[in-house]
């Protein structure tokens, strides 16, 4: 069991996370995708939204991907209750009202730059790239640029 609770090596975890991209495709027909559960969520919440976006969304044929987030909660929720993977990963001020407001603002926010641009990070470098999605490229390149200029910014400081 304590394999199950360690850092799995990259050489594992990265194929693992490859195979499941056409894993899907094939089993499914589907690609794989968290932030658009984003829209579906916003959908449910207002059906009669004046935004055609939300409301010509058919959320119910996309009600696994739903339910596929929710096992990612649930996942998270029994990793740290019941195999003892549970480590504050936030400041103590993180644990206040006021911090969690602050979280599910952020994640709000996240969210919808997430749809903004059709997709997150991870969407667009493993879902996109593998299906050849020039966009996804440039989202890609885009966002390791990014990453690599903030880093040796914040390095200076």
């Known amino acids: 069991m304590e394999w199950l ?4 090596p990259w050489y594992v975890s990265g194929p693992l996370i490859g195979l499941s ?7 499914s027909g589907k690609t794989l995708g968290v932030s658009s559960s984003f829209r579906h969520m916003c959908s449910i919440s207002s059906p009669n939204s004046k935004l055609p976006y939300l409301r010509e969304n058919n959320w119910r044929n ?6 596929f987030v929710a096992g990612i909660l649930l996942g998270g929720f029994v990793a740290t209750h019941f195999l003892g993977a549970a480590t504050h990963y936030f400041p103590d001020s993180y644990y206040t009202l006021g911090g969690i407001a602050v979280l599910l603002w952020g994640g709000v926010l996240v969210g919808f730059g997430a749809r903004y641009a059709d997709g997150c990070t991870s969407g667009h470098a493993i879902m996109g ?10 989202a890609t390149m885009s966002f390791f640029v990014g990453g690599s200029l903030m880093t040796a910014l914040f390095t200076l400081f």
């Open 21 to 27: 991209v056409p894993a899907l495709l094939l089993l």
């Open 62 to 67: 996309e009600l696994w991907s739903l339910i």
């Open 5 to 8: 609770t360690q850092p799995w």
């Open 129 to 138: 790239l593998s299906n050849l999605r020039w966009p996804s490229l440039v």
